[in-house]
């Protein structure tokens, strides 16, 4: 049972370079989101999906794209790569229902230098 | 808007001691309460959930959290630390009014002394 599963684990990108984060999920779930989390800064939400097709805006989406073809899958994708977005970046997943706890993905550490 | 706040983000205890992480969230509406675990390379795991009925939760590895309505709080607690608990934690909220989304704290970093 694979659960969340991220690509890769580990990245370093040179500014401006592109990349895109791969996220999968095998429990069915309908709710996707990507986090990242910065030293002392908690988790911070990128963007979230709540079904194959929608997508949408979370706290900091700037520099960040995203979509979402299959329930599975919900990459991530980096344009235009800044020092600012280094970080690591977790997805996660939920069931529907509003009680329904996240399920994580283990993260890409990605550096920008 | 909801939101969560972690006091002290670095914890210490020693080997056998309480374990006391605090967790105060902002909601105007009926929250749920979520307590996550981070250990180091790893992603995160829920510990714990409050959602309905009984305000004692009781989650994995010994931990325990009351929901604390009129104190708008949500503290983690174990009786006796063992070594194995060092690791990074996270309160988060969500509601029916957030869709979804979860609200977390900064984390508190938790040292355990042998």
């Known amino acids: 049972n694979a659960g969340v599963t991220q690509t890769p684990k580990f990245r370093i990108l040179k500014i401006g370079q592109s990349m895109t984060l791969q996220c999968t999920q095998d429990?069915?779930?309908?709710?996707m989101y990507w986090y990242r989390q910065d030293p002392g800064m908690g988790l911070k939400l990128i963007y979230y999906?709540?079904?194959?097709?929608?997508?949408d805006k979370g706290e900091v989406p700037n520099g960040y794209n995203v979509s979402r073809s299959t329930t599975e899958d919900f990459p991530l994708r980096l344009e235009l790569a800044a020092p600012s977005q280094t970080s690591v970046y977790f997805c996660?997943?939920?069931?529907?229902?509003?009680?329904?706890?996240?399920?994580f993905g283990n993260g890409t550490r990605l550096t920008v230098t | 808007a909801q939101s969560v706040t972690q006091l002290g983000s670095h914890v210490s205890v020693s080997e056998g001691a309480l374990v006391l992480l605090r967790c105060n969230y902002s909601?105007?509406?009926?929250?749920?309460l979520f307590w996550y675990v981070q250990y180091p390379n790893q992603g995160l795991q829920l510990l714990l959930k409050?959602?309905?009925?009984?305000?004692l939760v009781k989650g994995i590895n010994g931990f325990e959290a009351e929901f604390k309505k009129s104190e708008t709080s949500f503290h983690l607690t174990k009786p006796s630390a063992h070594m194995s608990d060092a690791a990074e934690y996270f309160c988060?909220?969500?509601?029916?009014?957030?869709?979804?989304?979860?609200?977390f704290g900064t984390g508190t970093s938790l040292t355990v002394i042998p």
């Open positions: 996660a997943s939920s069931r529907q229902e509003y009680n329904s706890p996240l399920h």
């Open positions: 429990m069915n779930h309908n709710y």
């Open positions: 999906s709540v079904g194959a097709g929608i997508t």
């Open positions: 909601s105007s509406v009926p929250p749920y």
């Open positions: 409050y959602t309905t009925g009984a305000t």
């Open positions: 988060a909220v969500s509601d029916k009014d957030t869709g979804n989304q979860f609200y």
